[in-house]
């Protein structure tokens, strides 16, 4: 099983629609979640960073941690051709030798057609 | 805040050339940078990781010889592929964290785009 699962896609939506992307993981030592967006030849952006369980909002993104199920989400309300991407989740662990070692998902390349 | 730049954006070199690779943190000192790579479809692998004032440590698989890496000040890191072949063609990626813990978010530059003809 591998450290980090995520769904390569490819997800097609509507413009307007809500986007719910997933990552599973294996490792319990995880407690720092992250979601980063690439564009097409580009470095990956960071968009949301959150810490343990629990959500975070900014503006149209929202991040879930669940980590009693060990599953992440990030939520995308009201898409945008502009959200056309591939979404990285990533994580990493807690204070010690290798923690700051992301690990990254596959990625799932979004597209949203207006 | 946190810029990381990455120069060139794209390159093209002949097999047996050797290529640098360019990393700095704009607006932020950087004492361990982090250098991936990407093949298509496929997510971060992570190379090796740069030490300011230090050996990089490379992860196991990484000819070290054929990657060097040398990060001579708080805010640059550079990647030179050695004797290029074909095989390595391929999507790299550097990275840094402006905070001070280890578990800060990283900041990637825009990557560098190699081509071995």
């Known amino acids: 099983q591998k450290e980090v699962e995520q769904d390569p896609g490819p997800l097609s939506v509507p413009e307007g629609a809500i986007v719910s992307l997933n990552c599973t993981y294996s490792?319990?030592?995880?407690?720092?979640f992250m979601w980063y967006r690439q564009y097409s030849r580009k470095g990956p952006e960071l968009l949301m960073y959150?810490?343990?369980?629990g959500n975070k909002e900014d503006g149209r993104f929202t991040a879930q941690v669940d980590k009693s199920s060990k599953y992440i989400s990030l939520f995308i309300r009201d898409s945008q051709p502009s959200d056309s991407a591939t979404y990285l989740c990533?994580?990493?662990?807690?204070?010690?030798?290798?923690?700051?070692?992301?690990?990254f998902g596959k990625g799932t390349k979004l597209s949203v057609i207006p | 805040g946190a810029v990381v730049s990455q120069h060139p954006s794209r390159v093209i070199c002949k097999s047996g050339t050797s290529v640098k690779i360019e990393c700095r943190s704009l607006?932020?000192?950087?004492?361990?940078m982090f250098w991936y790579r990407q093949f298509p479809k496929k997510s971060l692998m992570l190379m090796a990781t740069s030490n300011e004032g230090s050996k990089a440590t490379y992860e196991q698989g990484v000819e070290k010889d054929k990657f060097l890496i040398n990060h001579a000040s708080l805010t640059l890191s550079t990647l030179t592929v050695t004797s290029a072949h074909p095989e390595d063609s391929s999507f790299y990626i550097c990275s840094a964290r402006p905070g001070t813990g280890d578990n800060s978010p990283l900041h990637f530059g825009n990557g560098t785009r190699l081509t071995v003809t």
């Open positions: 490792n319990s030592a995880f407690q720092y």
């Open positions: 959150t810490y343990s369980s």
């Open positions: 990533a994580m990493s662990g807690h204070s010690g030798a290798g923690s700051y070692q992301l690990t």
């Open positions: 607006d932020f000192q950087a004492t361990t």
